[in-house]
């Protein structure tokens, strides 16, 4: 698959769709081209059936995302209109990176900061390095962070590590990171790749379908209990027991044999 730019690289590898930032000389800082880059990548992993699972990486060992592009920010994000366009840019990628219907994994080895944090936020699992280091230093720069983002974190660590990420703006290690429930899992760094594609493999073994109803009630959940679509839960659900990938498990359960699912 060709990329739309060179400094994000798609690749398809088995039930596995990479995707690479590819920035080493600014620690795959992420480009105002990359954040463009990004929706229609993931777009045509979503369109794949073949892909079952979506990892996110940087190019290298030294960075998973070391923020967004500051280089740029003087251009691009130095009046009311630029701030405004930059930022609707970068929240259509984060959206449909959340919203991917396939399950996403943040590999990240090193820095993971500032937007490159916004960015495993949006991944369904994150699975570090033990030399990765996390921060958001968004009050060294004066800049705001937008609801969406702040929220996401809220939801995963809790109000308290939330404020404390932000207010102290320093780095945190992985076992830190790990603590306060930023990631998933911490293994060494010279097995961190070995045990995605492990993770990987794992996953592209189960039901399409059942992990999209997941991930979909889980979006739910996330929201006001107000707004939450109940009918769109039951929708998910009812689709997995429709579905030809049931039959498929409950006889492969009863024949004592490994299922082999569709998404269908």
């Not at 929706?39 to 070391?66: E, M, N, T, W, Y």
């Not at 930059?86 to 996403?104: H, M, V």
């Not at 998910?236 to 027991?241: E, N, P, Q």
């Not at 429709?242 to 024949?255: C, H, K, L, N, V």
Request: charged share 25%.
């Amino acid at each position: 698959m060709i990329s739309p730019s060179e400094r994000v690289i798609a690749e398809k590898d088995g039930a596995i769709g990479w995707m690479i930032f590819n920035n080493p000389e600014r620690r795959n800082a992420v480009s105002l081209d990359m954040w463009q880059a990004m929706p229609v990548i993931l777009d045509h992993f979503d369109r794949d059936p073949a892909i079952r699972v979506v990892v996110l990486r940087g190019v290298g060992d030294k960075a998973f995302i070391s923020g967004a592009d500051i280089s740029q920010f003087e251009k691009q994000r130095s009046s009311p209109e630029s701030i405004a366009d930059y930022d609707r840019i970068a929240e259509l990628a984060n959206q449909k990176l959340g919203e991917l219907r396939k399950p996403t994994i943040a590999m990240i080895y090193g820095f993971c900061i500032g937007g490159g944090v916004g960015v495993a936020l949006q991944c369904d699992l994150r699975i570090a390095a033990d030399n990765a280091r996390f921060g958001v230093p968004a009050a060294r720069l004066g800049l705001g962070y937008r609801w969406a983002g702040v929220k996401k974190l809220v939801d995963l660590v809790g109000p308290s590590f939330a404020k404390e990420i932000f207010f102290t703006a320093r780095h945190f290690s992985t076992a830190e990171a790990l603590a306060m429930g930023l990631v998933n899992r911490a293994v060494p760094e010279t097995e961190l790749e070995s045990y995605v594609r492990n993770y990987c493999a794992l996953i592209a073994e189960n039901a399409p379908l059942t992990m999209e109803a997941v991930k979909g009630v889980v979006s739910e959940l996330a929201r006001p209990v107000a707004q939450l679509d109940r009918e769109r839960c039951e929708a998910l659900v009812k689709r997995c027991f429709d579905s030809a990938d049931y039959i498929e498990g409950r006889r492969a359960f009863m024949e004592k044999r490994k299922p082999v699912f569709a998404g269908k």
